[in-house]
Nanobody, 125 residues
Framework: QVQLVESGGGLVQAGGSLRLSCAAS????????MGWFRQAPGKERECVAA????????YYADSVKGRFTISRDNAKNTVYLRMNSLKPEDTAVYYC??????????????????WGQGTQVTVSS
């Protein structure tokens, strides 16, 4: 089992940037593909970025491609989401997730096994 704790959310103006971090417990972090999901009010939770166990492969939703970058540091048990050129429609609670599926599985709608508690990102216009 793995426990996930997100940080780095906040309020930012449109066009600004934020970096989210997710620290994982346990010694098996590198055995999990990781994903960042978000859920806006009244909408379903969606995967916006995912990364393979080694970090060699990354996957993005069309809505964030070219603006968001997912990365991981297996030595630090941490996954990151760098968000640039933020838009008001990026406002949501962002969740870190882990599981035995692949990054491609998550970005295609598959569900991970473990979730963090979420961090709020608000983009003002």
């Amino acid at each position: 089992q793995v426990q996930l704790v997100e940080s780095g959310g906040g309020l930012v103006q449109a066009g600004g940037s934020l970096r989210l971090s997710c620290a994982a417990s346990g010694r098996t972090f590198s055995s999990y593909a990781m994903g960042w999901f978000r859920q806006a009010p009244g909408k379903e939770r969606e995967c916006v970025a995912a990364i393979s166990r080694s970090g060699a492969n990354t996957y993005y939703a069309d809505s964030v491609k070219g603006r968001f970058t997912i990365s991981r540091d297996n030595a630090k048990n941490t996954v990151y989401l760098r968000m640039n050129s933020l838009k008001p429609e990026d406002t949501a609670v962002y969740y870190c997730a882990a599981g035995s599926g692949s990054g491609n599985y998550y970005i295609s709608g598959g569900k991970p096994d473990y979730w963090g508690q979420g961090t709020q990102v608000t983009v003002s216009s």
